[in-house]
Structures are given as C-alpha cells and as structure tokens.
C-alpha cells in the first residue's frame, strides 16, 4: 500500500497543472474570438477622453464635432435605437468597449480606444497602437466596406485612411476634387477638367460618391453611402430630369459621354434630333448649357401652346355638343307631347 500511495501523490499536481493550463487556453481562447468592440475587463480602467486631450489638443478638437464622437447621442440613431427597443447590438459601435455581458460600456461615441485600444500606463513614451485599419473600420462601417470592395481601390489596397482623416472622419483634402486627382492623373484628366459639369462646379463626388435615399429606409437603418463609386443612369437623372422627360440627348453627349454624331451599323451618321443640336460640338461648355436651358424652355413653351390649342379644341368640340343637346331638347319634348295627345284621341 506505501508503495500505491507513494506512486499516486506525483500524479495530483500533474492532473492539477493540466486542468490549469486547459483553462486558461480556454478563456484565452474565447477572449480572442471576442468582437473588436467587446473587450473583456473592466471598462472604467480606461483614460477618459479629456485625459487623452490634455496632450493631444488638435485631435481631440477634430474629433469632438465628428460623427464618431456623436455616434451614441445623434438624434436620427437614438429616434432608431430607441424605436427598435434599444437592442445592445447596436451600442457595440455606437459606444467604447461596449460589453455584452454586462450591458456596459466606458464612453459615449466612438472615442479613441475604440480605435487605439487600451492605453498603456507607460504611455507616453511608450507609443499606443493603432488597430484602425480597412477591415476594422469595416467591422462597423459594414456597408460602406461591402461597397468598397467591389472597386478599384480595394484592388490597389487604397483603404480608408488613404482618404478619410481618422479623427474627423472627413477628407484628407479641403476639395475632394484634389484629393481624387491627387492619385487619378491619367491622360483622361484633361478631358474632365474642360467638361461642361466642372465648368459648373460639379466635382467627382457629386457624380461618383451621390447617394440617392430609398425611397422606404429599412429599419435597421443602413442605407448605401456611395462608396462604389460607379455612376448610374439614376445619377445622371438625379440632375437631368428635364432632359429626361424631353426625351433628347444633352448637348455634346448624344452618344453617350463621347461627342459627336453616333454612326449607323453600315456607317452613315445618324441624324437622330437632340436638344441644343444647332450648337457646335467645339463649342465652350457655357454656350452649350446655355443652349440647353434656351432649348429646355423653348420646348417647354412649345408644350405649353400645343397644351391650349387642345384645350381649345376639345372645350369648342365638348361646348358644341352641349349646345346642341340643349337646342335639341325642346323639340323632342314637344313631339313627345304631340304623340301623347294622339294617343288620348285614338
């Protein structure tokens, strides 16, 4: 028996130090599986945000009029949490370090640990990291990250920060033309920057970045935010609606974005009727949008007269025929009468 008991007591704390190191693979494990936003621990160990503006003044400006520091207060998303019972879900990115275990979280909006993570206390100098890349920044921006992936900038790895300012969330440069020129200086530049919409101060956002509502928003509330950059015929008649219902083409794109008459399949010119078809296709951008607003209204006005000459038409016709009802009426009745005292005779 001594020799049993002296053979099992080794074997206590080897079971002991395996159960050990099972469970902390455990938690360990489930800990890295957690949502970026949902980090396990105590969230009021962090630095508040006036902590972290002590030092870093610009940036904390910046960031108190961004949308992410309003994420949590923005009255459109409390009408919509509120409205959906105040499910906890959303408040994993509309709050910093939301737990869903506990329901709680260390701050308002989107503040910097959300995207630094937790400081440091060797801090400074010891730098704090950033986590904020594409595919974090996607984890909440889902929509916009599904759209940008089906472009050319997902293609050139040409991510969020390339133009958007972290902390302002805006573009890195004051005009969004620049910052798209910046890197799309091709040859087809020189044909935008003499186009009729950058004569009229429409930049490339407007066309490539317009997002056109739903007509019913879903009630989750996410809606596209023009992050394909692709332009539609919806977006060319988010402005040309008049041209639309004309039913001609604008003035220097009868065929398409291309100028010039369109040829037939056996080479001839098509001939086909636009507006502003007496204006040049060399002339300035000016002279053809003014074409097209002397066309527009000139069509308008044709509409309106060919309009009233109906009218005229159909109230002198529908006039005519009342009259002569009216004047038929009494003789019929009297013939009428006639026929009733033939019948009382007889």
């Not at 959303?90 to 640990?113: F, I, K, M, R």
């Not at 986590?131 to 050139?156: I, M, N, Q, V």
């Not at 010119?269 to 507006?275: D, L, Q, S, T």
Request: aromatic share 4%; with cysteine.
């Amino acid at each position: 028996m001594n020799k049993l008991a002296h053979l099992k007591t080794p074997l206590l704390p080897i079971i002991s130090g395996l159960l050990v190191c099972v469970l902390t693979l455990m938690v360990s494990s489930g800990t890295a599986l957690a949502s970026p936003h949902e980090q396990e621990g105590d969230p009021t160990e962090m630095p508040e945000v006036k902590d972290c503006g002590e030092c870093h003044l610009d940036i904390a400006e910046n960031w108190s009029h961004s949308p992410h520091a309003h994420a949590y207060d923005d009255p459109v998303f409390q009408d919509r949490w509120v409205g959906l019972g105040e499910p906890g879900e959303c408040l994993a990115c509309h709050t910093t370090n939301y737990l869903s275990s506990t329901d709680e979280y260390s701050a308002e909006g989107v503040a910097c640990e959300s995207c630094h993570g937790i400081t440091s206390e060797n801090h400074p100098p010891e730098i704090v990291p950033v986590k904020a890349d594409t595919d974090y920044c996607g984890s909440c921006h889902t929509t916009t990250l599904s759209e940008w992936r089906l472009t050319g900038h997902a293609a050139a790895e040409v991510g969020c920060m390339d133009c958007h300012d972290p902390h302002s969330q805006g573009a890195l440069f004051e005009n969004s033309d620049e910052m798209c020129i910046n890197c799309h200086q091709e040859d087809e530049m020189g044909d935008y920057l003499n186009d009729l919409h950058v004569q009229n101060d429409i930049g490339c956002v407007d066309c490539h970045a317009l997002v056109i509502p739903p007509e019913i928003v879903p009630d989750d509330g996410i809606v596209p935010t023009g992050h394909t950059f692709i332009i539609t015929t919806g977006t060319c008649v988010a402005c040309h609606t008049d041209a639309l219902h004309a039913g001609f083409s604008l003035p220097g794109y009868e065929n398409g974005a291309k100028e010039g008459n369109s040829i037939g399949q056996e080479g001839e010119e098509n001939e086909a009727p636009h507006i502003g078809a007496e204006v040049e296709s060399d002339s300035q951008p000016e002279q053809r949008l003014e074409a097209l607003e002397t066309a527009l209204a000139s069509r308008n006005m044709s509409t309106i007269f060919q309009g009233g000459v109906i009218g005229i038409v159909l109230g002198g016709t529908t006039a005519w025929i009342v009259a002569r009802n009216i004047r038929r009426l009494p003789n019929e009745q009297s013939v009428e009468d006639e026929e009733t005292v033939d019948d009382e005779e007889a």
